[in-house]
């Protein structure tokens, strides 16, 4: 069964669409077909998110399919840090009330907007958009690190925090990057870890308990 065309000839479906034509309207199909690909979306899921749209006013509809087409024409990584953007330079790198001697190093653009939600960190930040998984086949000429050496060549930074995730991903990034900055002289730091605000430590597991007492401090 062939449900569209590329180029001058006709292209297969996928064979999941083509088991869900045998029940719905090509189109239908081929949009639950398109949202299983999405991180986090079952067929089940899928399944209920088209016929919610298919209930929503035309306009409504409309609107979505602009705001994805807007999202690939329009954003792109700043030239600077690698966060998302409609304008290079990003409106951090271009704010000049930023602490330039600070420098936060995080592995995707998510990571940037939860610190910034904090409104406790004014320095300026580097994406890696990653972080090491050799099982995956990602090394460090994978990710931002060789812009991230070029920035920290200028002179100005005299801090980077590495705000990696707490993951085995993160960690070795971590490590790695720390062994790799260290000969530059600047300060090298890591962001604390342990126990959540709110927390009971019966809940906690090991891990967690024992990176909370190595990061223990003076009270005051």
């Known amino acids: 069964m062939w449900v569209g065309e590329s180029g001058g000839g006709a292209a297969r479906a ?13 189109p239908v199909a081929r949009l639950i ?5 999405l991180p986090g979306i079952g067929p089940k899921t899928a399944q209920r998110l088209t016929f919610f749209l298919l209930k929503r006013p035309s306009d409504e509809v409309q609107g979505l399919a602009e705001s994805l087409t807007q999202l690939k024409q329009l954003i792109v990584h700043c030239r600077i840090c690698f966060n998302v ?9 271009s704010d000049p009330r930023r602490d330039a ?30 972080a ?8 460090p000429e994978d990710l931002r690190v060789r812009e991230l050496l070029a920035r920290l060549e200028e002179p100005g930074v005299e ?10 991903e993160g960690e070795a990034t971590a490590i790695y990057l720390a062994k790799l900055l260290k000969p530059l002289g600047m300060r090298i730091t890591r962001i604390a870890r342990g126990l959540p605000v709110g927390g009971d430590l019966e809940y906690a597991d090991e891990v967690t308990l024992s990176k909370a007492l190595e990061g223990r401090r003076d009270f005051t």
Do not use: K, W
């Open 14 to 26: 996928p064979p999941q669409a083509l088991g869900l034509v045998a029940y719905y309207p090509e």
């Open 33 to 37: 077909e398109a949202l299983q690909r």
């Open 85 to 93: 953007t409609d304008e290079d330079p990003c409106r951090i790198c």
């Open 101 to 130: 001697r600070s420098l936060c190093v995080v592995e995707e653009p998510n990571d940037l907007l939860a610190i910034e939600r904090t409104g406790e960190f004014r320095g300026r930040y580097h994406v890696l958009l990653g």
């Open 132 to 139: 090491l998984s050799p099982l995956d086949g990602i090394g």
């Open 159 to 168: 801090e980077v925090i590495l705000a990696t995730n707490p993951s085995v």
